[in-house]
């Protein structure tokens, strides 16, 4: 078994991640964790929902942010799957997906300011991105019979939007409303780097230690997360669309002198700016390299790698807990609730929490990236574990899940963790921002310094490396013929 | 005059010759009618002279290529798509007009279909699914006819009135029927396709249904 190419990619992985180890800061710093961790879980029992008027405000902004934001990317990534076949047009939807959300409103705070527009571009341009890829991806499964049944001189234009997209419709609608959930856990985080969502209140309930508030938006989150079915209704989405532009608030006007200096100043490398020319751009470059990139990278590779392997263990561990052929609906309600909660929790929120209770170190950022991803796999394999069809007097109990489940779902598991190498590999290196050494806290350090210049080169640097690691991840997954439909991954 | 003609036409699947080599031409005017086993290499010689016939031509494969996911009226306004301009397609792909509308409403009520106009094409029967894919053919109104067992899921009475309502539309018709009655009634030349080859060429008049027989 272990010599098959699955097996020995498999070992392959959790040898990087061990050795991987021995390098990483992974200790406990906190005197005393497990009070804080005390106090947490009291403050989730004794949720404080007096605030009302502040929960009201953070969660339509959250809603309002991920609607706006998703809907333009959504609108604007259709357009894009009609010119998708051209190679550029392709590299640049790879480019703008390439960059974490956090990272493209970092960039807008500085050039636009604290406005809504910030917010809702950093959501709209990565996921344009990705709907375009997805989108195509779907349509090109469309049966292309009706598109010949029409008349042979049809523009292409009509052909496509005829018979391809009204084919691929129902899948383009539930890919479309999957990633609304992504949407609003990418706006409850901007609020961590101050924008006025989610994540803002959720710091600010934190630092002051006030537990119950914690409690209580961490509880209204989920809850808008779990009964997304219920209040996401085909008929009231244009509701929701056109009334989510008015609850983004007003922000800050947009100064656009600062717009113009940032594009044609502050993003210039500084010795191009003070006309030292190409001589000047070489050393200001290694310096770069050297001091922050390649720790950078090294860093953001190790937690990578360590966070992949505690994510493959955790989703195994974890499908048990919703398959059906478990006995128990106690457990699989218990399960599906814990599994809804890992996943709905941005890792970014996650992390955060762990950090505060464990202190500083590459630990909470595996944990955390751990336990949402987990979630997610662990979720897939255990609805797709439900189709397996056992015959009658298999066995039952660890066999059952060792013999009969693990070795059928062990294929598309690994569809799923590879898809997920590079989502992982974006998150960590935004955890930097929370102080883990990883791209994101070198470019937080230059935004902080005002250097945007050296932000964006190492911004560009993490959107190579997941690029790269993007190819190399569908590089494996073609060797070990691996599929999946695109419906259920990203 | 010849309004379609091939010469040496082959077709191989996996390395295995499925039809051909064989030609032949067609003049216009002519009705034809493809007979012969199912397997024989009819469905694939239809594809085959759909790819060399002009751009006028209609096209009703076997599966008739619907969108499931559209109404009736969408699916059958398709057989116009190369007429208009994208825009106003575009409109009539978000809010059918009015002319289109009233056309393609005659269309239905003509072959039984008058009341599903708005129906999504993938909530249709089997023999409404056909009948729809007919409507398209006849609201295209192109020069010739390539049509791929266009009546196999309807009754008796059904099939000869869409059959009449096809010829009646196209003079110029190639049209594959594994029906022999209806092969004989609607066509003046019928093709017997055996084991990828013309096995027989006739005028439909000289033919009688025990002539065909040895096709089966």
């Given amino acids: 078994m272990l010599r098959s190419r699955t097996g020995l990619t498999t070992l392959a992985f959790i040898g990087v991640a061990l050795a991987c180890l021995p390098f990483s800061d992974l200790a406990i710093t906190t005197l005393n964790p497990w009070q804080e961790l005390e106090r947490l879980l009291y403050g989730l029992l004794t949720p404080d929902l007096t605030a009302t008027n502040e929960l009201f405000t953070a969660f339509t902004r959250t809603l309002a942010y991920a609607f706006t934001g998703v809907a333009l990317g959504a609108v604007a990534g259709f357009l894009l799957t009609t010119v998708f076949s051209s190679r550029l047009v392709r590299a640049f939807c790879a480019f703008i997906r390439s960059i974490h959300e956090i990272f493209w409103a970092l960039i807008f705070l500085q050039c636009l300011g604290i406005h809504p527009l910030s917010g809702v571009l950093a959501i709209a341009i990565p996921f344009a991105g990705i709907f375009a890829k997805v989108y195509s991806e779907i349509i090109d499964e469309a049966d292309p019979l009706p598109a010949r049944a029409a008349p042979k001189n049809t523009r292409r234009l009509l052909r496509y939007f005829f018979t391809q997209v009204p084919e691929a419709w129902p899948h383009l609608r539930t890919y479309t409303a999957y990633r609304l959930e992504c949407g609003l856990r990418s706006s409850a985080i901007l609020g961590f780097i101050g924008l006025p969502t989610l994540g803002f209140h959720l710091e600010a309930a934190f630092s002051q230690g006030y537990y119950s508030q914690v409690g209580a938006l961490l509880l209204v989150f989920y809850l808008l997360i779990a009964t997304m079915r219920l209040w996401l209704r085909p008929r009231l989405v244009p509701v929701y669309l056109a009334a989510a532009p008015f609850f983004l608030g007003e922000g800050m006007p947009i100064i656009w002198g600062n717009v113009t200096r940032f594009v044609t100043q502050d993003i210039v490398p500084q010795p191009l700016r003070e006309g030292e020319g190409w001589e000047g751009l070489q050393p200001w470059l290694t310096d770069i390299l050297a001091n922050q990139a390649l720790p950078g990278i090294w860093n953001t590779l190790l937690l990578t790698q360590m966070a992949l392997v505690a994510t493959g263990v955790l989703a195994l561990l974890a499908f048990p807990l919703i398959s059906t052929h478990f006995a128990g609906p106690v457990r699989r309600t218990s399960g599906h609730v814990l599994l809804v909660i890992a996943r709905s929790t941005p890792e970014y929120i996650l992390a955060y929490i762990l950090l505060q209770l464990w202190g500083p170190s590459m630990l909470p950022a595996v944990v955390a990236l751990a336990l949402h991803n987990g979630g997610i796999i662990g979720h897939l394999v255990g609805r797709m574990s439900d189709e397996v069809p056992l015959r009658q007097g298999a066995p039952t109990g660890f066999n059952r899940y060792a013999w009969e489940l693990v070795p059928r779902v062990y294929p598309p598991f690994l569809a799923f963790l590879f898809y997920r190498w590079e989502i992982i590999m974006r998150e960590t290196a935004i955890l930097g921002i929370l102080g883990i050494t990883t791209l994101g806290f070198y470019v937080e350090g230059a935004i902080q310094e005002i250097r945007f210049d050296r932000a964006m080169v190492l911004i560009l640097i993490t959107a190579l490396l997941n690029i790269g690691v993007d190819a190399l991840s569908r590089r494996i997954r073609a060797w070990l013929r691996l599929k999946t439909r695109p419906t259920c991954e990203a | ?216």
């Fill in chain 2, 1 to 216: 005059m010849a309004i379609l003609a091939v010469n040496d036409l082959s077709a191989s699947y996996g390395g295995e010759r499925v039809l051909g080599p064989l030609s032949l031409s067609l003049a216009s005017g002519e009705r034809v009618a493809l007979v012969g086993r199912s397997g024989a290499g009819k469905s694939t010689l239809l594809s085959l002279l759909y790819d060399e016939a002009d751009a006028s031509t209609a096209f009703m494969p076997q599966d008739l290529g619907l969108v499931d996911t559209l109404s009736v009226f969408h699916n059958v306004y398709m057989g116009q798509l190369d007429r208009h301009s994208v825009l106003y397609s575009l409109c009539n792909l978000l809010f059918p007009l009015k002319k289109p509308r009233r056309e393609i409403q005659g269309i239905l009520d003509e072959l039984g279909l008058g009341d599903k106009l708005r129906e999504p094409a993938g909530e249709l029967s089997g023999g409404q699914r056909q009948r729809t894919a007919v409507a398209r053919a006849l609201y295209q109104q192109g020069s010739l006819l390539l049509a791929d067992e266009p009546v196999s899921a309807l009754d008796g009475p059904l099939a000869r009135r869409v059959m009449a309502a096809l010829s009646q539309a196209y003079p110029t018709s190639v049209i594959a029927l594994h029906d022999v009655d209806l092969a004989l009634a609607y066509s003046d030349r019928i093709i017997g396709i055996q084991d990828g080859h013309i096995a027989l060429d006739e005028p439909s008049g000289r033919l009688t249904t025990a002539d065909l027989q040895p096709l089966y």
